[in-house]
T-cell receptor
């Protein structure tokens, strides 16, 4: 079975540009999580969805960040406009129901110049 | 005070020794506790989780939980160089479906 798929794997962009990160969860999983990882702040939860509905977005840093899940097999995290401090690795993870295991995707390494 | 605290390390142990990784948490209502392993440049992967006070063993790994002290630990027996990684402690606060991660402890197992 394919795991969580993220694209792109690497993104280099200039400050002010729009960045869109994509995630395809494991088929059948009803929870989807977006995380950001930096050396300074560690692994932080940005937002999570249950059955395509955003449940908790308290970790979204500011209005420049938005996330959507239009269907059970696809989610996006958008940053507009991007800033150098957004440089990080962004992980998507999915989980099924009450199962405890979250499966992480390979991550998108974002560098904003 | 951070919600989940870990010593950043590095923790250096010789091959074959027991590695002991520790974590404290602030939310007394936390229900579930997790240990993830993350190799450099890779994504986190779940090693094990624990709900109840006491020990839980899985192969060379033992998780220990003490809710009164708000403390959870991971013991790795017979450490191998392949265990060298960052170990992330995560806590699920009571009533929530999300995880709060610690900053991680870097473990180095040397031959």
């Amino acid at each position: 079975d394919a795991g969580v798929i993220q694209s792109p794997r690497h993104e280099v962009t200039e400050m002010g540009q729009e960045v869109t990160l994509r995630c395809k969860p494991i088929s059948g999983h009803d929870y989807l999580f977006w995380y950001r990882q930096t050396m300074m702040r560690g692994l932080e939860l940005l937002i999570y969805f249950n059955n395509n509905v955003p449940i908790d977005d308290s970790g979204m840093p500011e209005d420049r960040f938005s996330a959507k899940m239009p269907n059970a097999s696809f989610s996006t995290l958008k940053i507009q406009p991007s800033e150098p401090r957004d440089s990080a690795v962004y992980f998507c993870a999915s989980r099924y129901g009450t199962k405890e295991t979250q499966y992480f995707g390979p991550g998108t390494r974002l560098l904003v110049l | 005070q951070k919600e989940v605290e870990q010593n950043s390390g590095p923790l250096s142990v010789p091959e074959g020794a027991i590695a002991s990784l520790n974590c404290t948490y602030s939310d007394r209502g936390s229900q579930s506790f997790f240990w993830y392993r993350q190799y450099s440049g890779k994504s986190p992967e779940l090693i094990m989780f624990i709900y109840s006070n006491g020990d839980k063993e899985d192969g060379r790994f033992t998780a220990q939980l003490n809710k009164a002290s708000q403390y959870v630990s991971l013991l790795i027996r017979d450490s191998q160089p392949s265990d060298s990684a960052t170990y992330l402690c995560a806590v699920k606060p009571g009533g929530y479906n999300k995880l709060i991660f610690g900053a991680g402890t870097r473990l180095a197992v040397h031959p």
